[in-house]
């Protein structure tokens, strides 16, 4: 049996309410330069894959 998975990009507006929602926490600094790394990791990766599917 064989299974196909899609996945998508976020649209910018689910990013942008998931930033809104990190920034409203007590974060110690370290734990929000984490967070700020992984949503700029998730945009440049797909940036990656964009640019080489064209």
């Known amino acids: ?3 196909t998975a899609t996945i998508s990009r976020l ?3 689910d990013l942008e309410a998931l930033e809104d929602y990190i920034d409203r926490q007590d974060l110690d600094p370290d734990q929000m330069k984490v ?3 992984l949503l700029t990791g ?3 990766a797909w940036d990656a894959l964009e640019e080489d599917v064209d």
């Open 11 to 13: 649209p910018d507006s």
């Open 35 to 37: 967070f700020q790394a």
């Open 42 to 44: 998730y945009g440049a």
């Open 1 to 3: 049996m064989e299974y």
